[in-house]
């Protein structure tokens, strides 16, 4: 039964190359799905002048809550328009 188990953990085991590259591969992964989300949230705290001047960018030149304001001033529009079914 040993000799058994022995024969099996060797053909199940990976090697430290491929568990690199397996690791490799899934950081970039993710980063392929969080970069995304955090640039809409680094341009929803840009100013526009600055979005306009500079494009976007991971971090903002100049910070701002001017599209929250604006959300929060529309919200009577908003929020029945999102209540639809």
């Not at 950081?27 to 799905?33: A, P």
């Not at 600055?50 to 009577?76: C, H, M, V, W």
Request: glycine share 2%.
């Amino acid at each position: 039964m040993n000799k058994k188990k022995s024969s099996l953990l060797r053909f199940t085991r990976i090697t430290p190359f491929s568990n690199f590259l397996f690791n490799f591969l899934m950081i970039i992964l993710c980063l392929v799905c969080i970069i995304p989300i955090v640039l809409v949230l680094a341009i929803s705290f840009s100013a526009e002048e600055s979005l306009k001047e500079f494009g976007y960018r991971l971090i903002p030149n100049t910070f701002s809550f001017d599209g929250y304001a604006y959300l929060y001033k529309q919200k009577d529009t908003i929020l029945p328009a999102l209540a639809v079914c």
